[in-house]
């Protein structure tokens, strides 16, 4: 599409948020619309940074991968064996590849399978969690839905889980872990976990659908395994570089499952366009919209935020159709 018909769209959608084309290391279009701060009038700019909600699984799947490179972890690692007495409905054969690939079975703290929206509050004490392991009780006493490796369902808590193997293997905090095995040596300078009850002047307020109040009671204080990190479009450049310049890229988009409901398939912690090599990371949560997608073959990097949900999609189709 033309890019001029951003602004219309925008217009017409309300959009407040980013749009970013990076053909290449080229910035083709660079572009900010609306308000990072409502109550005091701040305007989003091109380098603002957003909470991304999901497309954070990708960080947590690089950062497992690291782990199984350096042999702390493997793909077939069984969740018990680091879980210990923690989580006891979490199936014995349930591993590593199996989390990763939304393919674990386990109950889900967050299931997208259930009658629940976005602006929801669903979480319960958003401000105790400000570590992997306080979500510990979020996580208990879930039944499992289905046997591991049965079939694909998607599934926030698994990455949590995720984040919780990666701190016990690696010997410190998750966090800590994304900082120094994907954030760093990507020089992604402006992409860090914030906490939401006091979000520095450059990072925009998530807002919920068409009101006026922010996100903060709907979201954890502080995110982990299973997303919310806060980014720009300018570091999700450097993240696909970064991505496709290593060992891991093969590996991560490798496609795993098709899944029809999405028209996508999924590799470890990415989705994968449904017939190109196109790699995608989204996100859709309470005041968080985000879409990247990369085209390895072109470099092309197109990257819609939005501190609004879902207020990334109509610009985000429109731009990768």
């Given at each position: ?116 929206e976005a602006d929801d509050y669903v979480i319960g004490a958003v401000h105790e ?193």
């Amino acid at each position: 599409m033309p890019l001029g018909d951003l602004d219309k769209i925008a217009e017409d959608t309300g959009f407040s948020g980013v749009v970013q084309v990076d053909r290449a290391g080229e910035i083709e279009f660079a572009k900010a619309y609306g308000l990072a701060n409502r109550a005091y009038g701040v305007p989003n700019t091109v380098d603002t940074r957003f909470g991304i909600a999901s497309g954070g699984k990708g960080f947590t799947a690089l950062t497992v991968l690291s782990l199984v490179h350096e042999g702390k972890l493997a793909l077939g690692t069984t969740a018990r064996s680091l879980l210990g007495d923690d989580l006891p409905l979490i199936a014995g054969d349930v591993t590593v590849e199996h989390l990763l690939t939304h393919t674990s079975g386990i109950g889900d703290y967050l299931d997208e399978e259930t009658d629940w929206e976005a602006d929801d509050y669903v979480i319960g004490a958003v401000h105790e969690l400000t570590t992997t392991e306080a979500f510990l009780p979020l996580l208990d006493g879930i039944p499992t839905k289905f046997k591991a490796g049965e079939r694909f369902g998607y599934c926030n808590g698994g990455y949590v889980v995720l984040a919780l193997l990666a701190e016990r293997a690696g010997g410190e905090g998750y966090h800590d872990l994304v900082r120094s095995r994907v954030l760093r040596p990507a020089d992604m300078t402006r992409t860090d976990f914030l906490r939401s009850d006091e979000l520095p002047a450059d990072a925009a307020v998530g807002y919920l659908d068409g009101r006026d109040r922010s996100n903060v009671f709907h979201l954890p204080v502080l995110a982990t395994g299973d997303g919310g990190i806060h980014t720009t479009a300018g570091d999700m450049s450097k993240f696909w570089r970064a991505l496709f310049a290593s060992g891991d890229a093969e590996l991560v988009t490798r496609p795993r499952h098709d899944v029809p409901e999405e028209s996508l398939r999924y590799g470890l912690g990415f989705w994968l366009h449904q017939t190109s090599d196109t790699v995608i990371l989204a996100g859709y949560d309470a005041g968080e919209s985000f879409k990247s997608t990369h085209d390895p073959h072109t470099g092309t990097t197109i990257t819609v935020l939005s501190n609004t949900s879902p207020g990334a999609w109509p610009i985000a189709r429109a731009l990768m159709s």
